[in-house]
Structures are given as C-alpha cells and as structure tokens.
C-alpha cells in the first residue's frame, strides 16, 4: 500500500468564515470570461491557470505539481453586497425570531441561559446529541419583550427561499448580517451555533468561494468548440451581476436599481447553490435544461453519493444479451469469445508457468488464448502489440504479471438486475463460445429471475487468487441449489425439463434398448451393459439416482384423494425411491422442479452439492432428449372441447345467471338473510361472488372431462411444468367473474358500468361476468371488463415493485453491518448483540428442511425404511 | 380502573437480573455490559417491574422458531 495509514479519531462541521475563503483562495476571480481569442484562459477569470491544472503534462502555477496529480485550488470573488446562503435561510429564520432585534442577546432570561448552557456542557461531555435540547430552546426562546434590553419584539416571517420579513419591511442581508453580528458567543452556543467552529453572521456571504476548474472541467468538442461545466456557466452570471452591481454602486446609481441588482445577485448565488429550491424559477441553460448545480450534483440516485460513492464503475466486467444452452452444466457460463479476449486474468509468471504464458503472449491480443498486457516487476504496464510480442517474450521473467485472456475454467462472477437476494450474484466457470451472448443453463434462470426476451446479465472477473478461492467455495451456483429462503432447491429443472420427466417415467413408457441408450448418450450418463430387453422410463431414469438414495413422497400429479392408496395409486403419483430405484410414481415438478424438488432437496442434503449438480446436469439432459424422442407441441387444439360440453356449459352458466337473478330479487324483496357482520348489499354481493366462482368450477370441471393426460396442455398443467388448470378452463369454458378492487367491477358510469345497462342493475353480465371462454372469444362488453381488470394487475404490479424496492432499500441498510458470529450471536459492527441466537434458535434455513430444525416424517421414514432391510 | 399490564399475553416475562447474575450473562456473551440490547426506562414494563438505570432484565418470550426464548436487555438512563 501506498501513502500514510492515519486513523480519523474525529471530524468536526463547521463554516467558513470569510477570512477562511480569502486565505484559502489562490486568487481573486473578478473578470466573467473564461478564455481569451487565442484560447489561453484568462488571468483573474474562472479558469485562471492558479486554479490548478487538468493537462497531464503542465506544471500547476501554486503547487507545483503535475497534473492529475494537482487536486485544484480555490479561488474566489468578493461580493459587492452580501448575499443569503440557501442552505441555511431557515437557520437564519429561527436564529432572528429567538434573538433581539436590538441588542443581539437571546430571547431567554439569565436563569434560562445559564440553565441550557448547563445542559449543553453536559451532553457534550456525555457525546449525546444536542439537536432536541436546541429545538427545544427555538421554541422556547420567543418572547415579546427582549428580557435584556426591554425592547418590543416584532415577528419576524421567512418568506422561501431567502427572504425576510420583519413586520411590513424586507430586511436586507447586510441588516441581517449586522444583527447576527451582535449575537454574544455565549448566546449564539444556545442556538446551536458552537462559537469554536462557526459564527452566526458566517451564514451570509459576503466572499464566495470559487472552486478549482477540476470541478468543473470544460469539455472541447469535436469541432473545437469549447463547451464549459454548468457550475463555470453559473459563476459567469454571478461574476457579471456583481461587476454591474459594484458599477452602479459606484456611481452613485438609484437605490431602487441596485435593489434590483442585489435581488438578482441572491438569485443567482441561490441557484449556484440549490437549483431546485422551492420558490425559485431554476436557471437554464440557452437550450432550456436546467442547470445542474451544487446540490443537484450530491442529491439523489445520480448524485454523488449514491453514484460514485457507495457505488461505483468497474473494470473487468462485461455486459451482453443472454441465451440459454442446455449443454452447458448450471456452473457454467458461455462468454463470448470477443469478451474473452476484452476482460482479462492477471497471472503471475513462474518457472513452472513459463511455457504457457509464453504461448498466449505468442498469440497476441487478437487471437484467443491470449494476452493483453504485461506488467513489470516496477508497476510498467506494457501493451502487446502484434509488432512487439517478440520482444516482449525474450523480457519475460518470473515475477512478471501477464494479463491473459479469459479461458475454460476461469471463475467468473454472474450477476443480473434486480440484485434481490444473494442468488442474483454467482460464481460460474467460464466456457468461451462463439457468437455474442452469454449463454446459461436453464437451471439457473429461476434464481437470477431471467428469460431469454432480451434479458441482458453482467459478468465479473476477479482479479486475485483469494477472491477466486472465496468465490469458488462460497459462491459457485451448485452452492447455491438450496435457497436461504425458504429451505429447499431454488435451482432445478423448469418447464420442458418436468414435462420430460414425466413422459419418461410414467406409466407404460416403454423403449427399446437402442432408444435407451440414445437417450443416456444424449445426457453423457455411462452406459450400462446391454441386457437385449426394452426399458421402462423408470428404470432408466433410475440410473441418475444415486444408489443408496430412499425418498417416498406425493408426486405435483397428486389428485389429493380422501383416502390414499399409496403405492396403488392410480394416477402413479406416490413416488417411491428404495436403494435409488424408482420403484413407483412419476418424476414432475415435485421431483427435481426449482422451488419444489424433493429428490434434489434430498440429494443436496444427503450426497452433497457436487452430486446434486451432477444429478441435475443429468437428469434436465435425459429429460430434453425423452421429450424429443417422444415429441411435445401444444396449440389451441388442446383447449379443444366437444359441442355437448359446450351446450352443458352454456345451460350450467344460465343456471347460475338465474340463481343470480333469484339472489337480486331476494334483495329487493327484503327476504336475503344477512351473513353475521354484514349489510344487505354486502351479503347480496358475496353470494352472488359464491354463485358466480361455483359456476366458473364447474364449467372448468365439464371442460377437464375431456382433458385426458394424452393432451400436451394437459400434462405441463398437472405436472407443474408451465400453466395451471384454471388457464386451460378458462381457454376452453368460461373466463369468470372480472374484479376491480376485490369485488365485482361497479365503477364506471352512475349506478352502472356502461351505458348498456340499466341504472341498479346487479345482474352478472351487468357487473362484468364473462360467460364466453378464451377460445370462443368475447364479445365487446365482457373485451371491456377484461380490460379493466387487467389495467387493474398492471398497476398493482407497478406499485408493489416501486414500494418494495423503496422497502429494499431501507432494509439493507439497516441491516448491511449485522453479522452471524461463531457463537451464533447477531451482532452489528460495533460488536453490540442484536440477537443473542441467530434467528432464535441458531439455524441456517438454507440447511434445514424447509425451514425447520429437524423433519421428523422424512427421518421416521428413513428409519423405517432401513429396518425394513 | 388499572389493567395489570404484565398480566398480558403479548407482554413477556421480564425480570431483573442479579449482580452475579449479570456478570454469568456478559462472560457467557464474551460481551461488555454496554454491548447488551437496550430498554427504555420509560418502557412501561421497566416502571412496572420498578428496575432502575443500569439493571439487566432477563426477557422470556415465545418464539415461532425456537419455542420459547431468552435475551436480556440493559435499561438505559
């Protein structure tokens, strides 16, 4: 490490007195041009050469230093008449109400006084906070009658931004200053103004600080125009008034002109400070974009602090499109090869890695396994060239750092946006690719949240071994197969991976041997010896378990009858695994599925997580050529139901719509008996709800009469691959009630959603029930309240995403220190105990059993399996 | 009418710990007394209990995760 290591013991927050801006100054900037015709800057201007220097290769006038390494001096300008910080007009405010308007003492009797100043000693000795005791004396400070000099107090308003009214008279800064000035130090320390670090009358400006042109470097454009910084644009207007001010003043103009003046050099010294100050038209730039100032530089998402502060812009890094590549293990990472040769590996040169080194140099920047830059054993980076690689290999020495290229194997860091939870960032292997997308397994787009629509996902490469050893152990994605949320596997197979499964595995899934074997190639699973006879999908899918491997569960295909009956089940969905043989049951979304895999949960937890990875490589691959091999396509065709259904539908909906019907004449009739703690028309509305979801069930019903498991929709549905029953319904029966705000939609026109209806009106059609399916279409009215709830569930989703993220933000921080301790306590980074056992009972969810200690069933079962041997 | 507050089901049970009692909690911690959790001496249970500045209460919850819990609080001035 270069430089001095010093701890901060303390920092103190002050103003700056005008003295302190005078001596601090390199120079008094009084002329509002920046640069003369020949293009030198101007002495005595805003770019004056005194201010410091940005080319790299002259010599800083003050310091002597060259630039780059010359951080910049201040300069600054005498004001013709003092102005009114922004900052601190409402300090300004209070400090006036609570003082004297003769005498400068403040509004409290000398008991009071000596009583506060009391407190304050103390509380600095203590280090509290004093901010509540001041507020405290700001309102209690205000009195009528100066209890010093008996002088008649007049009330005194802020008028925002900076303007302050005493009675019916505006007071100017110079009389506020001269009344700030006659605050006793003594007095001015009750206000909260520590006389060690700052005086009242410092907050109006009678010398303004000019900051170095590094702040506000100007931009030379392609044509050779120069284009200066907003703050350089600033100064230039506050320069010119002040020189018109001072100029009039000179002369002996009106008073009324140099009021004027004065008003509009407070405005401009306002807006050079805060360019968003209530009260005040922000000032422009000649295109119309207001102008970013001091404040609008800090503030914000893309001030200072949010942006280049806590964080920042890094090298090494690369950004592209993502596509998904099943070949690929969850592990990996496909980097393109033009990014494989952009962001680079540092590699110390050894004896031992003389050879391969030497290769890459060979190869150049513009070949792959190659190289960018060397770096000297004294810090010289050198660039290889194609012209100078020669001699740069005859140079190489152990102790040199060749920066490679990225190659197979390297570990690199993965990330995409939203960064949510600590699954958004994983360590991968690279593996470099053609083309220009980073390609990823599909496993792992369920915890990064991504899809192939245009998703586009950062990658980082680290630049130190230790960085690459943590990353390898802690962060790689087979480490991260079970989520800390909630327990269990957040990455495991997806869509065509469960409908795969299940069209291997269930029942009379039979191969021939050839087909078996095609298929375990196609997953690079070891062939077994030929027996000469044909496979179930069971058997084959038996091969990827591990061999000790006992899992009895309830497959996603479950049908949750009254009474089970196990392994008899009819539907094949009680799954039993003895000594890793599937022995009954499918293989769907309960199986290896993110968010749900009990196999993967077990084999995590059991075998570990380089097994689990390479079950999982496995079996998503078996499962995508049994999806091939068999054939998989869904279209509308699937939604398909016979003119019978329909007819029984139809007559079931107008059943429903008559029931309703009877419900609403009830309720005119007064005869509707009311729900407990609820009115009339809430009754009315939630059994007409009741009548109306029934009705929606049972169309679906008739409709999944003829929905048998052959149908392709079907299967991904029940199987938990992609859809739910409920949208194949709706394609193929009837779409159901629509709702705004939890209810029947009601809003709209008076008494009625459209003119179509009669005022009152509480019939289904009337409040948006949709009879017709997706598939038959909608008419115009049903199109219309589809609408409107769907308008609805966008911007419910808009605004949760907004408050969320806000909620986000405020949790990490407050929780960014907080670490678990080897005792399992939770403690900030002060060492102070937050939790005294992580979580209460000291358990890391992600390695419990879905959030709990211990699961009780899946150990009674093993048990019991194992005593049944 | 006064409700005894301590009689409440979500109130836990708080109790004032002893010296030695304190000084088995901060060495079992590894931790300074200050480093504890703190409570408010306007907490109405602390006025209820009657602990003063500088006690240690020993607080005794249900927990959805452990069953039943204990952590201490420092009672501030």
């Given amino acids: 490490m270069k430089g001095i290591l010093k701890k901060i013991s303390q920092i103190n927050f002050g103003l700056m007195s005008p003295e302190d801006i005078r001596k601090m100054s390199v120079t008094k900037i009084v002329t509002p041009d920046t640069y003369d015709e020949d293009g030198y800057p101007i002495e005595a201007g805003l770019m004056d050469p005194r201010l410091g220097v940005i080319d790299p290769g002259l010599k800083c006038r003050t310091c002597g230093s060259k630039g780059g390494d010359c951080q910049g001096h201040f300069g600054s300008i005498n004001l013709a008449r003092p102005v009114i910080h922004v900052g601190f007009a409402d300090t300004i405010h209070k400090t006036l109400r609570s003082t004297c308007r003769s005498c400068g003492r403040v509004l409290l009797d000398n008991n009071e006084i000596k009583n506060y100043h009391e407190k304050i000693e103390k509380m600095f000795k203590n280090e509290e906070s004093v901010n509540n005791l001041i507020k405290e004396i700001y309102t209690v400070a205000r009195k009528d009658k100066c209890p010093h000099c008996e002088e008649e107090q007049e009330d005194i308003k802020i008028d925002k931004p900076v303007s302050i009214v005493e009675g019916n008279y505006k007071l100017t800064p110079s009389e506020v200053r001269e009344r700030l000035e006659k605050i006793p130090d003594e007095d001015s320390l009750i206000l909260g103004v520590n006389p060690k670090v700052a005086r009242p009358e410092w907050t109006i400006l009678t010398v303004l600080p000019v900051p170095p042109v590094t702040v506000r470097p100007s931009i030379t454009l392609e044509t050779g125009e120069r284009s200066e910084d907003d703050l350089t644009h600033k100064l230039v207007d506050i320069l010119r008034i002040n020189q018109r001010l001072k100029e009039n003043m000179e002369a002996g103009a009106p008073q009324l002109i140099v009021e004027d003046l004065w008003e509009l050099l407070q405005y401009h010294v306002t807006t050079y400070f805060d360019n968003e100050a209530s009260g005040v038209p922000p000032a422009r730039h000649r295109s119309g974009r207001p102008l970013k100032t001091l404040a609008q530089r800090l503030k914000g998402k893309e001030g200072r602090f949010r942006s280049n502060l806590s964080g920042k812009r890094v090298n090494f890094s690369a950004r592209t499109v993502i596509s998904p590549d099943p070949n690929l293990s969850i592990n990996e990472v496909g980097v393109p090869e033009i990014i494989a040769k952009e962001v680079t590996v540092p590699v110390y040169v050894t004896e031992w890695n003389m050879e391969e ?41 152990p102790g040199f750092i060749v920066e490679r290229h990225l190659k197979d194997g390297d570990i690199v860091l993965f990330n995409r946006q939203p960064s949510l939870h600590r699954m958004s960032m994983m360590a991968h292997e690279v593996k470099v690719l053609p083309y220009k997308t980073f390609r990823l397994n599909l496993c792992v787009c369920p915890p990064y949240n991504a899809d192939f629509d245009g998703d586009e996902m950062n990658m980082h490469v680290f630049q130190t071994e230790e960085s690459r050893a943590e990353a390898k152990s802690l962060m790689r994605v087979q480490e991260h197969i079970l989520s800390p949320r909630f327990g269990g596997p957040i990455i495991g197979g997806i869509h065509d991976h469960i409908s795969g499964a299940y069209l291997l595995t269930r029942e009379g899934s039979i191969f021939r041997e050839e087909e078996i074997f095609q298929m375990l190639k196609h997953a690079k699973v070891p062939l077994p010896k030929k027996t000469g006879k044909n496979w179930t999908g069971k058997q084959l899918f038996s091969l990827l378990l591990p061999d000790d491997l006992n899992v ?29 043989v599937l022995k009954s049951g499918v293989i769907d979304d309960k199986a290896y599925g993110a968010f749900s895999g009990k196999i993967l949960d077990h084999i995590v937890k059991e075998y570990g997580t380089d097994r689990a990875r390479e079950f999982l490589d496995s079996a998503t691959k078996l499962a995508i050529a049994g999806i091939m091999k068999k054939g998989f396509t869904t279209s509308t065709n699937d939604e398909e139901i016979p003119q019978e259904a329909r007819e029984r539908i139809e007559e079931l909906l107008d059943k429903a719509e008559s029931r309703v019907e009877r419900l609403i004449e009830a309720y005119k009739n007064d005869e509707l008996e009311p729900l407990p703690g609820r ?19 049972k169309s679906g019903e008739i409709a999944e009469i003829y929905f048998g498991m052959e149908n392709h929709a079907v299967i991904m549905a029940v199987t938990g691959a992609r859809g739910s029953m409920l949208n194949l319904t709706q394609i193929a029966a009837c779409v159901g009630q629509q709702s705004v705000r939890g209810g029947r939609i009601k809003r709209g026109y008076s008494e009625r959603t459209l003119p179509h209806f009669q005022k009152g009106e509480l019939g289904a059609r009337a409040r948006g029930f949709v009879h017709s399916s997706y598939k038959q279409g909608l008419d115009p009215l049903e199109f219309f309240f589809h609408a409107m709830g769907g308008r609805e569930g966008l911007v419910d989703t808009a605004i949760r995403t907004a408050q969320s993220g806000y909620m986000q933000r405020r ?35 992600a390695k419990s059993d879905y959030g709990k200690v211990v699961d009780l069933d899946r150990i009674i079962e093993e048990i019991r399996i194992k005593s049944s041997k | 009418m006064k409700k005894d507050i301590l009689k409440h089901e979500l109130v836990p049970d708080h109790v004032i710990l002893s010296k030695s009692d304190v000084q088995k909690v901060i060495k079992e911690l590894n931790i300074h007394l200050e480093q504890l959790p703190k409570i408010k001496p306007d907490d109405p249970v602390v006025k209820e209990i009657e602990a003063k500045p500088g006690d240690v209460l020993k607080i005794m919850r249900k927990s959805p995760t452990a069953g039943k819990f204990v952590t201490y609080r420092l009672v501030l001035e």
């Fill in chain 1, 552 to 580: 009895v569960y309830r497959a996603e295909i479950c049908r949750k009858c009254d009474e089970c009956l196990k392994k008899e089940c009819k539907n094949d969905s009680y799954v039993v695994i003895e000594d890793g």
């Fill in chain 1, 357 to 397: 080194i030497k290769k890459y140099i060979q190869n150049g920047p513009k070949v792959h396994p190659g190289a960018n830059y060397v770096i000297r054993p004294d810090e010289r980076k050198i660039r290889i060239y194609e012209e100078t690689k020669d001699t740069v290999i005859e140079k190489l020495e």
């Fill in chain 1, 811 to 845: 949790l990490v921080n407050a929780l960014q220190d907080l670490s678990v301790n080897p005792d399992r306590t939770v403690r900030d980074n002060r060492g102070i105990i937050i939790q005294t056992m992580y979580g209460e009972d000291g358990v890391d969810p």
């Fill in chain 1, 679 to 697: 009115s009339m028309e809430e009754t009315l509305e939630m059994k007409i709800m009741q009548v109306l979801g029934e009705a929606r069930d």
